[in-house]
């Protein structure tokens, strides 16, 4: 076999599959763009401990097949390995995503401030029901196309599942470095974040139904539902 003399760290940076090198402590020693990205869904502490649970017993790399999901993150197995007693790496591997053959038609969207549209829908919300209500936005995220009658009701929904909690917490901002594809163009993320200490599941089918024709990612969780809002210009 030839041996060539090849810097391998890029490839591994450029990997979209998150890697991350630990101390023993925990501390990060190097991770890739891919991983920086989850550690905005995740703690470092939940994935060093993942590691150690799933490290071999001797020094060396082991594979194993699981189901990891962090919001638009999914992972179907991982790989964790160890040289020396100092230094514990480990790999996630991206999950397939089904390419939904969605066709977009610009036509029928229209150019909206989500703040605007957002707050409009709060003050539905509120009319009914008084429930202390924490919002924090970026009014600097721009207008952008969306279909409004449908993620009006999209917003309905989602606020509906909070309607008994004592205090709702909002938070509308621009994801840095994230993107999605769609027609074969990449286009910036707006996430939609709505937690709460608990929430109802009645409507969840609903909810999912209604980002089932667009291009909003739904991700529902037991206290928190976030919707991923393409941001098409």
Not at 14 to 20: H, K, T
Not at 144 to 153: A, H, V
Request: with cysteine; glycine share 2%; proline share 3%.
């Amino acid at each position: 076999m030839n041996t060539v003399s090849i810097d391998f760290k890029s490839f591994v940076e450029w990997d979209n599959s998150p890697f991350v090198l630990f101390n023993h402590h925990g501390k990060i020693l190097y991770l890739n763009s891919a991983a920086e990205l989850l550690f905005g869904h995740t703690t470092p502490r939940e994935i060093f401990d993942i590691a150690l649970f799933y490290a071999p017993q001797n020094f060396g790399y082991k594979t194993t097949m699981l189901s990891l999901n962090y919001d638009a993150f999914s992972f179907y197995a991982i790989t964790v390995g160890y040289e020396n007693e100092e230094q514990i790496a480990i790999r996630l591997y991206n999950k397939p995503r089904i390419k939904q053959n969605i066709i977009l038609h610009k036509e029928k969207l229209i150019t909206t401030d989500i703040n605007i549209l957002l707050e409009a829908n709060i003050a539905l919300f509120k009319i009914k029901n008084n429930n202390h209500l924490e919002l924090f936005t970026d009014q600097d995220i721009p207008p952008f196309k969306i279909d409004q009658n449908n993620f009006s009701k999209l917003l309905r929904k989602v606020m509906d599942a909070f309607r008994s909690s004592d205090s709702i917490f909002i938070e509308l901002k621009l994801l840095i470095g994230e993107h999605i594809i769609i027609a074969d163009k990449k286009e910036s993320i707006v996430k939609l974040t709505i937690e709460a200490g608990s929430r109802y599941h009645d409507a969840d089918e609903e909810i999912v139904a209604l980002t089932t024709n667009t291009h909003i990612a739904c991700s529902l969780k037991e206290h928190a539902i976030r919707l991923d809002i393409p941001l098409i210009r």
